[in-house]
Every structure is written in structure tokens, then in C-alpha cells.
């Protein structure tokens, strides 16, 4: 039997390879920003346990900025959508997102503190502190990890897009500036008006300092 005649005999399996195809791209991409993820939330954890004041700023603007990519490329993706009007129960928060903050909080010392302008297109200037908002971030993603863990592909996709364009980008971007606000005080050498930006610079200084000669 030729495929021409099979192919008529079934007119749905163009439209079915179609789906079948679609399905794969999903999960390959869900895999992806998944091990995106993990690897963020396993980074932030290390940083936060095991490095040195001085580390951390440089470590964590390394973390931040992969983890911003992986936003970018959910947000510039095709819609997710919710199979149910409420979304399912994820289980509990992990237990060490307590710890991981107070261990952030320890860690940046003076510098985790910030101002920042939380919408461009309304400028208001906002103080946060480094370590709510990584932590913020670290939760908002566990969320999906959990469903994609339970094998809930398209639910942590959209909860992933989500969250990153409700809450956890904005975060993101503002502590990747606010790091990069710290390395760029200690290595340019910047004209200094007020003892503001004086104490940041100093702050920034000692702490990079220490990471160098621990």
C-alpha cells in the first residue's frame, strides 16, 4: 500500500504527528529551563553556605545573570496556560529558605540593602534587601521544580512564566544591577560627591577585598 493511500485513509495523522511534535518541543525546552533552575538554586545554596563576603558579590552576579537569561527566554516564548482555573498544590516551601536567607543576609553585610526604581515606567524609588529578593527568586522556582518533578510539565512552564513576568524578572534585574553596582564602585575610579555613595564605595571595597585575600 502506498503512503499516499495511507495517508488518506488517515487524514488525522499529519494533525496528530503535528501534536506528537509539538509535545517533544515542550518537554525538551520544560528540561531545559528546568536544569536552568536547579542548577541557579543549587548555585545560590553553595554561594550562601560556603563563600566569603568577598566571593559572594562577584558569585552571585554570576548566578543572577544566568538566571535572568533563562526569564528571557520564557518570556519571549509562546503563552503558557493553566489546565485548571486553580493551580494545583505544590507542596511545602523547602525548609532551608529561611536559612538561606539570614546566610545571604550575613554574607553581604552593609551592601544588602538597595534602592532601586521597581517600574520604569512609573518611577518610584523602592529600598529592598539583596537577600528577601534572592530568596524570593530561590521560591518562586522551587514552585515550578516541584511540579515539573511530579511530571506536570505544562504547569511548571506556566507557573515559571508566570512568576518571572509578575515577580521574580523585576527582582532579578534589580540585584543583577545592584551587584554590578557594587563591582563597578571598586574597580572605577568614580568621581564622589556625597558620603552616600562614599560609604558604598567603602563597603564594596572591603568586602571584595576580603574575598581576595581570604
Same mark, same amino acid.
Given at each position: 500500500?502506498?503512503?499516499?493511500? *495511507? *495517508?488518506? @485513509?488517515?487524514?488525522? =495523522?499529519? %494533525?496528530?504527528?503535528? =501534536?506528537?511534535?509539538?509535545? !517533544?518541543? &515542550?518537554?525538551?525546552?520544560?528540561? +531545559? ?14 554561594? %550562601?553556605?560556603?563563600? *566569603?563576603?568577598? @566571593? ?6 554570576? @548566578? ?5 537569561? !533563562? ?6 516564548? $509562546?503563552?503558557?496556560?493553566? $489546565?485548571?482555573?486553580?493551580?494545583? #498544590? ?7 529558605? +529561611?536559612?538561606? $536567607? ?30 528577601? #529578593?534572592? &530568596? ?24 515559571? @512564566? ?7 524578572? %523585576? ?17 572605577? #575610579?568614580?568621581? =564622589?560627591? !556625597? !558620603? ?12 571584595? #577585598? ?5
Amino acid at each position: 500500500m502506498s503512503d499516499n493511500s *495511507t *495517508t488518506e @485513509q488517515l487524514p488525522g =495523522l499529519a %494533525a496528530l504527528e503535528a =501534536l506528537i511534535a509539538v509535545e !517533544t518541543e &515542550t518537554v525538551r525546552f520544560a528540561d +531545559d529551563i528546568a536544569a536552568s533552575v536547579r542548577s541557579f538554586l543549587d548555585g545560590l545554596r553553595v554561594v %550562601a553556605a560556603q563563600a *566569603t563576603g568577598g @566571593q559572594a558579590v562577584s558569585l552571585l552576579l554570576l @548566578q543572577i545573570s544566568q538566571i535572568a537569561l !533563562t526569564g528571557a527566554r520564557l518570556g519571549v516564548h $509562546r503563552d503558557f496556560a493553566p $489546565r485548571d482555573e486553580y493551580q494545583p #498544590d505544590d507542596g511545602p516551601d523547602p525548609d532551608d529558605l +529561611d536559612e538561606l $536567607r539570614l546566610q545571604l543576609a550575613g554574607l553581604l553585610g552593609n551592601l544588602d540593602v538597595y534602592s532601586y526604581v521597581f517600574d520604569p515606567y512609573d518611577p518610584e524609588v523602592v529600598e529592598g534587601l539583596l537577600s528577601d #529578593d534572592l &530568596t524570593s527568586i530561590a521560591a518562586d522556582l522551587a514552585v515550578g521544580v516541584r511540579h515539573y518533578d511530579a511530571g506536570d510539565v505544562e504547569e511548571a512552564l506556566w507557573w515559571w @512564566q508566570f512568576s518571572y513576568v509578575s515577580s521574580w524578572g %523585576a527582582l532579578a534585574g534589580s540585584s543583577m544591577k545592584a551587584l554590578l553596582s557594587v563591582v563597578a564602585h571598586d574597580r572605577l #575610579d568614580v568621581d =564622589l560627591d !556625597t !558620603t552616600q555613595e562614599l560609604e558604598l564605595v567603602e563597603a564594596a571595597a572591603a568586602v571584595l #577585598d576580603s574575598g581576595e585575600n581570604a
